[in-house]
């Protein structure tokens, strides 16, 4: 395992990114950065972290060896890792928010970025951007359902037992996915879903508000939420959000 330390980066999955389609990067070569001045967060968004207070940093994962059969296999994995290393290192009660985000109550604490390099329908590489807000205490007002390690429990975190606990428990389950154990990986993520047979209210990409239940995720790694007439519907990522 690489482990590369940086200063300052504009964001850690493009330096990674770049570096593996430079050079043959190693399986689990990490970056991490005390600063970005270019975080990148999911659906195009900014991911912003005070400097050298939080832990921010990326993953290479490669696929040659294995193949998996689905994406959202991959999603299980990264987010349960990130999830099991933050409960083992704080004992705070936490949950995922499909796809991959960690919250604890309906704060968020930690978002992934997952970016993969699919050739003939199959991944080849991923790169795996984490987002671990620790010892912040001030965010803008903007984000108001944003929150820290930190503010929950009072205390001071070192990153690098952080980096170090999550890195392990990735190698875990990463390990459970090149033996194929994917419906393990499902069953482990869906206990810990937020909200997951909950009546919780949605809106839909129209604005339009609805009561549902999560029933689980589809192959495709879609939400799939059990409307009040007891049908099924899938909603993809820019499809549906929770109210
Ligand atoms: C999200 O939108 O929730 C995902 C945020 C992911 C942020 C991390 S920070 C390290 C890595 N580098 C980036 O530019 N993004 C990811």
Redesign the pocket.
Same mark, same amino acid.
């Given at each position: 395992m690489k482990i590369i330390k940086l200063n300052a980066i504009d964001?850690?999955?493009?330096f990674l990114k770049e570096m593996a389609t430079n050079t043959s990067a190693e399986n689990f070569t990490i970056v991490v950065a005390e600063s970005?001045t270019? %975080?990148? @967060?999911?659906?195009d968004?900014v991911?912003l972290?005070e400097p050298f207070k939080n832990l921010?940093?990326?993953v290479y994962l490669s696929f040659r060896k294995f193949q998996i059969k689905h994406k959202k296999n991959l999603l299980f994995a990264v987010s349960l890792a990130v999830y099991e290393a933050i409960k083992e290192e704080t004992e705070l009660s936490i949950s995922i928010k499909w796809p991959n985000?960690i919250l604890s109550g309906n704060k968020k604490i930690c978002?992934?970025?997952i970016e993969n390099s699919i050739q003939k329908d199959k991944i080849k590489h991923a790169v795996v %951007?984490? @987002?671990l807000n620790v010892n912040q205490t001030e965010f803008s007002k903007i984000t108001s359902n944003v929150s820290s390690l930190k503010l929950l429990t009072r205390q001071n975190y070192d990153l690098d037992v952080l980096l170090k606990t999550i890195v392990s428990k990735l190698k875990i389950r990463i390990d459970q996915l090149a033996c194929k154990e994917f419906e393990k990986l499902e069953e482990d993520y869906l206990k810990v879903l937020y909200k997951k047979n909950t009546p919780t209210m949605f809106k839909d990409r129209k604005g339009v508000l609805f009561m549902g239940l999560i029933s689980g995720i589809s192959k495709e790694g879609l939400l799939q939420i059990e409307l009040e007439d007891e049908t099924i519907k899938e909603f993809g990522i820019k499809e549906v959000s929770f109210v």
């Open positions: 964001s850690t999955n493009s970005q270019n %975080g990148r @967060g999911q659906q968004c991911w972290s921010t940093f990326s985000d978002g992934i970025l %951007g984490i @987002g």
